[in-house]
Each structure stands twice: as C-alpha cells, then as structure tokens.
C-alpha cells in the first residue's frame, strides 16, 4: 500500500480511496473567468460575422459564441487533479479523456502567473515544468487555483524535489538535496586543472584577486530576509524605467498600432485627411525638403517606439523582484497588468549571460539571464522564464550575477584578445557589407530612380563599419579562471559576456570554414545541456583553442594530444600541444 500524501488544498474532492489521495477540483471562480476566456479567443471571427457577414449567417455568431462558452463552462467539471507519493497527476477532457502524470522527481521549476481577471478573482495559473524545454507542452498547468492553494501548492511540489520520496519503494532517478544556503551553483574545483601535456597555456587569463565573498560584494546592498528565509537579491527601482525606452522592444507595438489602423481605416473607408492631427503632420512632412523629411520621420518614429517601449517595460517588470528560498532556489516575481512567477532550481544553474544592447551601452545598461538546464534561453514556463534581471544598471546587472553565481571574479575579468586573425577577419566583412550596400545603392539611383542624395549619403557607411567592425573586435575574448570557470564574450549590435562552470561542459567542437584556415583561427565550441546548448568561443588562434579545450578538461582530450616536434629540448621545454 502507498503512504497517503495528502495533496494541495483549493478545490472539493471529486474522488479518491483510502490507498491514493483524493482528486480534487479547480476553484469554482474559474466559472467566472474561462468563459469569458474563451469568448475572447473567438472575439475575431465572431466580430467579423456579425459586421462584415449577410445577414442570414448572423445567427452562426450567435451559435459560436455559445460553444465557446460551453468550452469554458466544460473545463471546471472535467478537470481534476491530485498529488500522491510519486506523481502530480492531472485528469482532463470529455470526449477524450486523458491523465497526465509527472513524477515529483522530475519537477524543475513551479510558476505561478495571473491576469488580469484572475487577479481580480484571487484565482492563479500554476504551470509545472519538467525540465524539457525543447518539448511543446511537456509538463502540467493548473487554470484556475485559488492564491493560497497555488502558493501551498508550489511550496510543497518544490520541498519535496529538494528530497527523496519518503515512501515504501525508492524513486529511481531521484535526485537528493545538495544542501540549503550554498549560492553557488556547483562546488568549484581545488584549484587550476592540470595540463595533459606538459607546456604553459597561452590563452587563458589567471586571475587570483577578486576573492571576496557573495556578501562582501553586495554588503552595501543586503537586503532583509523574510520569516521563511527568503532572502531579497535584487527589486526593481522606478529610475530604471529609463532603460526601457533603449530597448526597442515598442518595434512590435508600433507594427501592431499600424496595421490595426490600416485595417480600420480600410475597412470603414476612411482616409488619413479625415483626422487633423494626422493631416497636420503629414502637411509638415511633406512641405520640407525630402532629406529633412527623412530625417523628421526617423525622429518621430524613435521617439514613439521610446514610448511605447517605457511603457512596456513598466508593465512587464513592474514589482520585479528576485529573492533565493532557504533551499538555494531562485524566485523571481513581476508583472503589473499579469503578475508572473517563476522559480529556478540552484541545482540546474551552469552559467551566467551579461548582455548590452547597443542602445543600451550607449546609458551604461544591462540586463542579466542564467544559463540554466531545462529553460531554454529567454524562456520557461512563461516568456523569459530566464530572465534574472531586466534592464538596469551595468554594475547592478554585475552584482546581481555575483550574486546568483557566486563569484565576483568572471563578471569583470580582463580577457585574452583572439590576434589579428580574428581582428582581420571582423575589419574585412565589415567593410565588404558596406562596399555591398553602396554599390546596391549606386545600382538603384541609376536604374531604379532612386533619388540622386541616397548614393552619396550611402558612404557614410564606410567609417560606421570601420567602427563596428574594430567594436566587434574589442569586445572579442575569453579566460579560464580558477575552478574552471570559461568566460567569454563577443558582439557589437548585442555584446553578451556568458560564464559557464567547469562543470557545464559535455563536450568540445573544433570547427573551421574555409576563410578560417586562411586566417590561422579556429571557432571552439561548448557543447552543454544547459542555454542554448552551445557556446562559441570565435576565431581562436588554433593552437590557443586546442590548450584551451586541453586546460579546462584535461582527461577528455589527452589521448588525441601530441606534441608538435614529438620530443623535448635539451632544457626540458615543452612544445605546445596540437590536436
């Protein structure tokens, strides 16, 4: 016989026996809410039936919006759901009923999020995910739970993954607790890892200071910690709304705004000139001179997508905050129109990505994500299930990694340049696009009519390329710090610093295309189950590549190293070795 766990509370039992916990229901409000959720969904073709249709399929609107009502009604009533010794299971559907199960051992992350009629209701939306990101719908959502059952609920499936199942028959796989109040991810290794072959590594950086603790870094900025042990990384501040207008995240809104509006306009017949404010500005745009007019149009746009994004990233981060629970998870919690949030488990974290927009280098901006198995990069449960912190300060985004990672050292490190191979290789594609683009200019000013200033104002692409290509360059390197730890960072358009742990690493790639071999340099690839599951360290010199793969895991390359002479000097000095 099973032991009896007794499941979350937020529902009325439906069914059960005395060997298995009883199933158990949604909360009754969700009555209030899926119908009209559903109602939303078909809101489109319903409008589109009743305004654009004859009059004869009207009553077909009609007629859908009832089943779409019946479908939310349905979901209250087939719904069930319970936690036993083993597994979370979820029983659903009417025609074809099906029960979905995921053992406790298997849970990785538990996030709760809510919209606005949930919010209003006190209801939450509680998603279980199983650490297999790269499978759609691959674990369990409960719509609807009461607040405090989704709270009991997620607390509960959380302590219990941190242990092994306290039941008669042992879970195979399960994975046992690593210990509570250790904020680094995974233990560091005693010290530098040897050389297969003898023979110094040329590519790595040593660095020895930047010893100090977690704490001493954020001393200045410690936080209180909650009765239950939760401790408080980092919240939002409302100064950092500035950061959100450098985003360019409004690019969306400002397409979506625009072809909403050309479809009303089209749709009711209506022309531009029919509203003065538009009329205005379109007088003003075209009254100028067509340079000038660019120029206005180019301002004005910026300005709106400066806008929008503000808002949107107020509205999205509002009430951000990230805190660690007694067991090392991390909570991060946001949102103010839908609140979201999402937790990740110390045990499943490889790495730390830094990441710099060009906007928002330019007002020293940053935002910070981990690189964690079982999300993939930039998403989770819900959208940016990742995300540690969004855009704030570079130094915040600097301590809030130290912070989660455990080490001050990799986030500002000085890293080994790549040579004037891979300097060479930047400066020559940089400058080829823009050579491209003026003569593509050219072409069209001659044969398309386009008019005669674009050709000339089309070579000031030239100096911006030589400067993105030498910024490309400038922030090309990588380091092998002590324990392991591989940094690497590159980009120009989108400058990312990645940190990954010795431990991260499941393989090495080599890979070299045609214009590499001319240049000397080899691209070293991490393979890991973590991210995006690769990490690129470009354009290595190619026997700085392979020391490098060699240092950070010596007991996978050995057997493939040789030296390049196949001997050793009279004084014992050691020729690098090549793969």
Known sequence: ?????????????????????????????????????????????????????????????LIGLALALVVGLGRYFTTTYRVTAYHVQVRRGLLRREVLSVPLDRIRSVDVSARV????????????GTGRADRHGDGLVLDALDIAAAEQLRNELLHRTGQPAQADAPQAGAIPDAGAGVPRPHPAKAGRPRRPRAGKLRSSVREQGHKESVDENRGKDRWDVGPAGEELITALRPTWVRFGAFTLSGLAGVGVLL????????????????????????????????????????VLGLLVVALLSALGYAASFWNFRLTRLSNGTLRLTRGLVTTRSVTIEKRRLRGIEISETLPLRLVRGARCSAITTGLRAGRGAEPGGSLLLPPAPLTRAR??????????APMD???TRHGTGAKRRRLTRARGAAVVAIALTGALSLWAEWPTWSCPASLALLPLAELMGRDRYRNLGHALLEGGHLVTSQGSLVRRRQILSGDAAVG????????????????????????????????????????????????????????????QDDAGTDTPPTA
């Not at 995006?532 to 490098?548: F, I």
């Open 413 to 415: 490190c000085p890293l």
């Open 508 to 567: 090495w790639i080599f890979h070299q295309s045609f214009f590499q071999r001319r240049s000397g340099v080899t691209t070293l690839t991490m393979a890991t189950a973590a991210g995006r599951q690769y990490y690129n360290v470009l354009d290595l010199p190619t026997k700085e590549a392979t020391a490098l793969a060699a240092d950070a895991r010596p007991d996978w390359l050995e057997p493939f190293l040789v030296n390049e002479t196949g001997a």
């Open 259 to 298: 072809t909403s509006a050309v479809t009303f306009l089209n749709s009711a017949e209506l022309g531009p000139d029919r509203f003065p404010p538009v009329r205005a500005l379109l007088q003003q745009i075209s009254s100028v001179p067509t340079p000038l007019a660019v120029l206005e149009s180019v």
């Open 117 to 128: 009629l949930q919010r209003v209701l006190g209801l939450r939306r509680l998603a279980i």
């Open 1 to 61: 016989m099973k032991a009896r766990t007794p499941a979350a509370p937020g529902g009325t039992p439906a069914t059960g026996t005395e060997q298995e916990p009883a199933w158990r229901r949604l909360s009754p409000r969700m009555l209030a809410v899926h119908p009209l959720h559903e109602a939303l969904r078909f809101l489109p073709v319903i409008l589109g039936v009743f305004f654009l249709g004859r009059d004869g399929e009207k009553p077909w609107g």
């Open 399 to 408: 301590e809030v990694a130290a912070a989660v990672y455990g080490d001050a």
